[in-house]
């Protein structure tokens, strides 16, 4: 296994990896190529560079230039253009396959003698002030550089190009990958913990421990869904939301869902953001795709997009030929009727009925009102929104079903935030201001015209004075059990302690010795 290093740092990596691929496809002996790039648009630029200059060689030079074939790889390429990495070459070409680091552990390509590393790749952070995940380039840890080395080197000597130095290497990346619990939503292990009976979150003994800030702002969103009460216990909605393998305000949904009447819409929605995103768009065919995926639309809701994919698939009996004909990914769409079937199994062992309320869509959006109301954002400008609880900037992504409705609505909730070059909502839906009041009382009131601003304290001070009541409470209940349970440890011990007999004792004594008193 050979590795070289750059001399100096790259500034591109693209345009270094396309130049160091174009040298070793001239210089070099057979053997396939495999660089690693960090996501769909970089591989995408990479790709289109590569095919660029062997044109332009092609057409410059007198010689036979030997064959390139240039594959791509990531996960929202469809599965037939996927699998071409694993065929064999003909006519005796070499294969440049351009990856993102799904190639570093999950797949192995047989034939790969030599590796291009750009030495990043994308990694999902959790902000728990914004309550946003960003999916944001970093350098790779130095056992992901070892492991992206190794690839070369599987069926033969290989060699390893790395666009980046060797003090880089040694001073400046880390060790080994941060751990994905650090730096992620921790909903669903808080949801966990607490029905495990672990009261204090804060002193749990984790093996990587997350930081504060990622515990108790996921305890406070908890309390907000309704999960946890004032002082930190599971309710009943709680204890049915840990029943479900899903992010609790997904959970919630659900379970309003049944409130509604609505279960069968919502399961749909849920079971499809629960999978990547099933439309495809290919670069080279973007209007047929945009105009294939505005079919679909909903004008007024993302989810109800969703769910109008879904029961369009389901009404063409699953078929996979007629999702290629819409530009839809049916693996994402099989994976989505699969979870719609697991959570059907678990709604039916919790003997949850499947209630519809089609064609009423606004029930429907009440329901994803009532677990997003803390992802709610107010119109600002055109396409521009800020969020209602801390004024982050929000915009419409240009491919959601609202962006082109032509009157943007006042108030939408969103699935999730994602950075990009701008805080793009995905997956939005339009709401009524009445329901983010009635919804999520803790953060949203009607203004009453006839309601001056001291009832409005008065009202804040009696509810404050309540919950600081419940935990006094709470904290007597502690000392109580507390008390009980050393008073129960104490008559254990005296049962445990042997009676005897000593001279000039009328009482038997017990064999635990007295300490000796020095002094007078």
């Not at 204890?239 to 279960?263: N, Y």
């Amino acid at each position: 296994m050979n590795i070289l290093w750059s001399k100096s740092p790259v500034e591109d990596y693209v345009e270094g990896a396309v130049k160091q691929a174009m040298t070793i496809h001239i210089t070099s002996p057979a053997g396939d190529i495999l660089i690693f790039m960090t996501g769909q648009d970089e591989i995408e630029a990479a790709c289109y560079a590569l095919a660029e200059r062997m044109e332009q060689m092609v057409s410059s030079s007198k010689k036979a230039v030997p064959k390139l074939l240039i594959l791509p790889i990531y996960s929202q390429l469809p599965a037939d253009l996927q699998a071409k990495i694993f065929q064999k070459a003909e006519d005796g070409a070499r294969k440049c396959i351009v990856a993102t680091n799904i190639a570093e552990t999950s797949l192995t390509v047989d034939g790969i003698f030599y590796v291009i590393d750009s030495g990043y790749g994308k990694m999902k952070v959790y902000n728990p002030r914004m309550g946003m995940d960003a999916l944001q380039v970093f350098p790779v840890s130095r056992a992901a550089a070892d492991q992206r080395a190794g690839r070369a080197g599987r069926t033969g000597p290989g060699t390893c190009y790395r666009l980046y130095t060797e003090s880089a290497y040694l001073n400046e990346m880390l060790p080994s990958p941060v751990p994905e619990i650090q730096r992620t939503n921790l909903g669903n292990v808080v949801l966990l913990l607490k029905s495990l009976k672990v009261e204090n979150l804060l002193d749990f003994d984790f093996m990587d421990p997350p930081p504060q800030d990622n515990i108790l702002n996921s305890m406070y969103q908890l309390w907000v869904l309704g999960a946890l009460n004032n002082v930190g216990g599971l309710t009943d909605l709680g204890w049915k939301m840990v029943e479900f393998p899903l992010d609790p305000p997904l959970a919630k949904m659900l379970l309003m869902g049944e409130q509604l009447g609505c279960l069968e819409e919502v399961l749909t929605i849920v079971s499809m953001l629960s999978v990547p995103s099933v439309f495809f768009r290919p670069k080279d065919r973007a209007e047929e795709s945009d105009a294939a995926r505005e079919r679909f639309f909903v004008p007024e809701s993302d989810h109800l997009t969703l769910y109008n994919v879904y029961q369009q698939w389901k009404q063409h009996d699953y078929r996979g030929d007629w999702c290629n004909d819409h530009f839809l990914h049916v693996k994402g769409l099989r994976k989505a009727r699969e979870v719609r079937s697991q959570l059907l199994d678990i709604l039916k062992t919790l003997k949850i009925p499947l209630t519809s309320c089609w064609p009423d869509t606004d029930i429907v959006r009440k329901a994803i009102c009532s677990a997003y109301f803390h992802n709610s954002a107010r119109l600002k400008g055109v396409g521009e929104y800020v969020n209602c609880r801390n004024g982050m900037p929000c915009h419409l992504h240009p491919s959601s079903a609202l962006y082109g409705m032509g009157c943007t609505p006042e108030y939408v909730v969103y699935h999730e935030l994602i950075l990009t070059t701008k805080e793009y909502m995905q997956c939005a839906t339009a709401v009524e201001p009445q329901w983010l009041a009635e919804l999520g009382p803790m953060f949203f009131s009607v203004k009453d015209s006839d309601t001056s601003l001291l009832e409005h304290k008065k009202r804040q001070k009696q509810e404050k004075t309540a919950m600081e009541e419940e935990m006094e409470n709470l904290k007597k209940v502690q000392a109580e059990v507390e008390k009980e349970r050393k008073q129960k440890e104490k008559e254990k011990m005296a049962k445990h302690q042997q009676q005897i007999s000593m001279p000039g004792l009328r009482k038997g004594s017990s064999t635990f010795l007295r300490p000796k008193k020095f002094g007078l």
